[in-house]
């Protein structure tokens, strides 16, 4: 078994919670429970729902404090039947994390709600089937990303979240080393050599909106957790090479590395519900929507809290090539 053994418990002075730390794999994780409300893990490394919670009233500060834990050390947290929770209210919860972001850098927000990315799949929006962390693209992705289940499909459209910590941690020790030293271009260009088959208008109208403006950063491959100090890799399908290897080398790298992201171990799997909301920490993950619902109707509204820059095991910050994304995060305009 992976979590080993209990090391300590204490109460929190601040907010009475009950805490223990436990030792995962020779690393510190948090396993937290609270007293405002019930933490139901989902799987063994990844994930856990939070039962006992309304979203849509005033929560106390020692309530968001104990849910700001829960995400850190759980990474995507899941809350089940929020259907008086709207737009408005959803991005009210966000803000209680940090400022908002604006919908997205290049894709129009919903009408008269220009923090909230509205994802009718059902209509028009290419389909999030592939392996990334929300975003990567600028130099200060978001803190975490909050998603409320509209309309969702009788049958299919889970999404599955990845634990890109435990990830880094399963790489063997060499591979860490080389984890350790690289940094990669993310870009929200699309590589349309590497896509083999045609693309239906409404898609390549879709990708024209979200490349609209080509942005480039340069990320660590490695990044240290701004809150609980972990380690993970950070990759995704953002990526377009590493800095000083070739294509080629690039990508059978690449597919190396992201083996262990996604390996069945460190992942979650979510079967959503209308009135559901997931909130994963963005710095920590990476998600995948399953495309297996055809042409049924699946519509869900995402808001993304305004992240760090990107920082190194050795200290160095994420840089931006191209684009400016100071309207993204729209807390850092000077007015
Ligand atoms: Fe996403």
Known sequence: MYRRHAILLYKSSVNQSVISILVNKGSWCIDMASKHFDIQPVAGRIGAEIVGVDLSTNLSDDIISDIRKTLVQYKVIFFRGQHQLDADGQVAFARRFGEVTTAHPTVPSLAEHPEVLDLDYGRTVARANNWHTDVTFVDRPPLGSILRAIVIPPIGGD????????????????LRNLADQLWAVHSNAYDYAAAAVDVPENIRAYRD???????????????I??????????IGGFVRRFKGLSSTESSDILRLLQSYVTRLENTVRWRWQVGDVAFWDNRATQHYAIDDYGNQPRRVQRVT??????????????E?????????????VTA
């Open 225 to 234: 957790h701004p809150e609980s100090g972990e380690r993970g890799l950070f």
């Open 305 to 318: 809290i305004v992240g760090d820059v990107p920082v190194s095991i050795d200290g160095k910050r994420s």
């Open 209 to 223: 909106v979200f490349t609209s403006t080509v942005y480039e950063t340069l990320h660590p491959v490695v990044r």
């Open 159 to 174: 999404t599955v979240w990845a634990n890109s910590v435990t990830a880094y941690e399963d790489l063997p020790a060499h």
């Open 320 to 332: 931006a090539i191209k684009g400016d994304s100071s309207n993204y995060n729209r807390s850092l």
